[in-house]
Nanobody, 123 residues
């Protein structure tokens, strides 16, 4: 059974940091680009970041460049999103995705999703 499980969300103040994790199981993910998407209340789900399977090449949506860092550990089937200098507008449910197709500064999601983890940035 294919599973993606996110963790690490929470409530933080503006300027603080969080690290999200996504553990993949059920098949080999080593040759699959993986990504993070987010969905704020009342808005569409949007691309945040992605990382390729081979060279660990990262891609970012413009508003998170310089603040977020995406990485993966293929040996652990785990992808990470280090989020620094968080802003209230980063508040959303963050979803892990497998099979992401990067299209420049955006991406098309693949078929596999995690259940999401809530990130709230508020003073």
């Amino acid at each position: 059974q294919v599973r993606l499980v996110e963790s690490g969300g929470g409530l933080v103040q503006p300027g603080e940091s969080l690290r999200l994790s996504c553990v993949a199981s059920g098949r080999s993910w080593n040759r699959v680009t993986m990504g993070w998407f987010r969905q704020a209340a009342g808005k569409d789900r949007e691309f945040v970041a992605a990382v390729t399977w081979n060279a660990n090449i990262p891609y970012y949506e413009n508003s998170v460049k310089g603040r977020f860092t995406v990485s993966r550990d293929n040996a652990k089937n785990t992808m990470y999103l280090q989020m620094n200098s968080l802003r209230p507008e980063d508040t959303a449910v963050y979803y892990c995705n497998a099979g992401t197709t990067v299209l420049g500064s955006t991406a098309r999601p693949g078929d596999y999703w995690g259940q999401g983890t809530q990130v709230t940035v508020s003073s």
